[in-house]
Structures are given as structure tokens and as C-alpha cells.
């Protein structure tokens, strides 16, 4: 009987032990997933304000354009 014991004992420490592994693997891909889509979120920001800035760049005035190129004519 105590084999039995024994048996059922170390298995049981065997499954938690696999889950313990498991639950760390996806605490991982879910730190790297955060990660990727807050690269991708920053990306698609810093994209947006390029465009923003080169559209209010090409709606300066000309007078302006040739001043901020270094001339005054």
C-alpha cells in the first residue's frame, strides 16, 4: 500500500511541477506578446505624427518655406 502511496504522491509532484512549467511558458508569451503589440502601437504613433508633421510641413506658406531654406527672397 505504501507504494501506491509513494506512487500517487510523485506523480501528483510530477503534474504540479508540469503545470508550474506551463503556467511560466504562458506568463512568457503573454509578456512578449505585450511587448510586441506595444512596438507595433509605437510604431503605428510615430508614423501618424510623420505624416501629420510632413502635411502641416507642405501647408506652410511659401514665404515661410524660403525663409526656414535660409533665404530671405
Given at each position: 500500500?505504501?507504494?501506491?502511496?509513494?506512487?500517487?504522491?510523485?506523480?501528483t509532484?510530477?503534474?504540479?511541477?508540469?503545470?508550474?512549467?506551463?503556467?511560466?511558458?504562458?506568463?512568457?508569451?503573454?509578456?512578449?506578446?505585450?511587448?510586441?503589440?506595444?512596438?507595433?502601437?509605437?510604431?503605428?504613433?510615430l508614423?501618424?505624427?510623420?505624416?501629420?508633421?510632413a502635411?502641416?510641413?507642405?501647408?506652410?506658406?511659401?514665404?515661410?518655406?524660403?525663409?526656414?531654406?535660409?533665404?530671405?527672397?
Amino acid at each position: 500500500m505504501r507504494n501506491v502511496e509513494r506512487m500517487t504522491s510523485v506523480k501528483t509532484q510530477l503534474l504540479d511541477i508540469f503545470m508550474d512549467m506551463k503556467v511560466d511558458e504562458h506568463e512568457s508569451r503573454r509578456r512578449d506578446s505585450a511587448r510586441r503589440h506595444l512596438r507595433a502601437r509605437r510604431g503605428i504613433e510615430l508614423h501618424r505624427e510623420c505624416q501629420t508633421l510632413a502635411r502641416q510641413i507642405a501647408e506652410l506658406p511659401d514665404s515661410l518655406e524660403r525663409h526656414a531654406n535660409g533665404g530671405l527672397h
